[in-house]
């Protein structure tokens, strides 16, 4: 079992920047990729970005690509979503969530999820 911390959301206008962190607890060796995921009211949930934890490589939908950086601490089994230049249509509720095995931005291929923090970009 892994478990998962989200933190960092908050409301912040358009343009500004937040910060979220994923703090990761458990059975941490068996992270291969960090994933970040947001759900808007309404909406289904979406890939934002993730992470390969051996290594680094990163991937971005192409919504966030030049905006959203990840990036990880392994000693400290924690990974960030740093958020720039935001805008009213990035508010949603972010997950961070791990997999095993391949990379994937399917949602449904990762198998443990943080609570999720709040984002609320105002015009």
């Known amino acids: 079992q892994v478990q998962l911390v989200e933190s960092g959301g908050g409301l912040v206008q358009a343009g500004g920047s937040l910060r979220l962190s994923c703090a990761a607890s458990?059975?941490?060796?068996?992270?291969?990729?960090m994933g970040w995921f947001r759900q808007a009211p309404g909406k289904e949930r979406e890939f934002v970005t993730a992470?390969?934890?051996?290594?680094?490589?990163?991937y971005y939908a192409d919504s966030v690509k030049g905006r959203f950086t990840i990036s990880r601490d392994n000693a400290k089994n924690t990974g960030y979503l740093q958020m720039n230049s935001l805008k009213p249509e990035d508010t949603a509720v972010y997950y961070c969530?791990?997999?095993?095995?391949?990379?994937?931005?399917?949602?449904?291929?990762?198998?443990?999820w943080g609570q999720g923090t709040q984002v609320t970009v105002s015009s």
């Open positions: 969530a791990i997999k095993r095995g391949l990379y994937s931005s399917t949602p449904d291929r990762y198998g443990y």
């Open positions: 458990g059975r941490t060796f068996s992270m291969d990729y």
């Open positions: 992470i390969r934890w051996s290594g680094g490589a990163t």
